[in-house]
T-cell receptor
């Protein structure tokens, strides 16, 4: 079966713009989590969605938001982009929210100039 | 919050060597993940384990729940094993997974 699909793979945006990233989980998986990876901070949790509801949120400003659709696909949005938002954004899907194996996508590499 | 420490941070070895990467965490967990990240960025889940040992090909992962410690071993290492290996544990609080800083492994031919 198909893996986790993230689109786009690469993105260049200008400061102040907004961006929307997409994640399609493995078929049947209902939980999607988003992570930001930067050289300085490593991998950090952004938020988790299950059954269209945000279950958990990491320590990120309100410019970072997300949602999940009825087909479990998820989007995350970053508004008013800052240079420091340049990072690899990864999503992971799991069958259930707790204690199940996480399958990661290839990530979206966002560059803010 | 669960703190995760990996060692070593960087490891360079010759092809064929036996590799060990260690992971320690501070708060009791029910399962631990080992992940592999290649230079392209994508992450692959290698193992999720809650006790004992798991083996996939040349990769072996062990965990000691009482000692809050896990190890990832690679037997007969190969240059294609060169990657960053990351361990991750669930957090007691709001976060889903807490990650170690990663171990950058380079296997020279």
């Amino acid at each position: 079966k198909a893996g986790v699909t993230q689109t786009p793979r690469y993105l260049i945006k200008t400061r102040g713009q907004q961006v929307t990233l997409s994640c399609s989980p493995i078929s049947g998986h209902r939980s999607v989590s988003w992570y930001q990876q930067t050289p300085g901070q490593g991998l950090q949790f952004l938020f988790e969605y299950f059954s269209e509801t945000q279950r958990n949120k990491g320590n990120f400003p309100g410019r970072f938001s997300g949602r999940q659709f009825s087909n479990s696909r998820s989007e995350m949005n970053v508004s008013t982009l800052e240079l420091g938002d340049s990072a690899l954004y990864l999503c992971a899907s799991t069958l259930q929210p707790q204690n199940t194996e996480a399958f990661f996508g290839q990530g979206t590499r966002l560059t803010v100039v | 919050k669960n703190e995760v420490e990996q060692s070593p941070q960087n490891l360079t070895a010759q092809e064929g060597e036996f590799i060990t990467i260690n992971c320690s965490y501070s708060v009791g967990i029910s399962a631990l993940h080992w992940l592999q990240q290649h230079p392209g960025g994508g992450i692959v889940s290698l193992f999720m384990l809650s006790s004992g040992k798991k083996k996939h090909g040349r990769l072996i992962a062990t965990i000691n729940i009482q000692e809050k410690h896990s190890s990832l071993h690679i037997t007969a290492s190969h240059p294609r094993d060169s990657a960053v290996y990351i361990c991750a544990v669930p957090n007691q609080g709001a976060q889903k997974l807490v990650f170690g800083q990663g171990t950058r492994l380079t296997i020279n031919p």
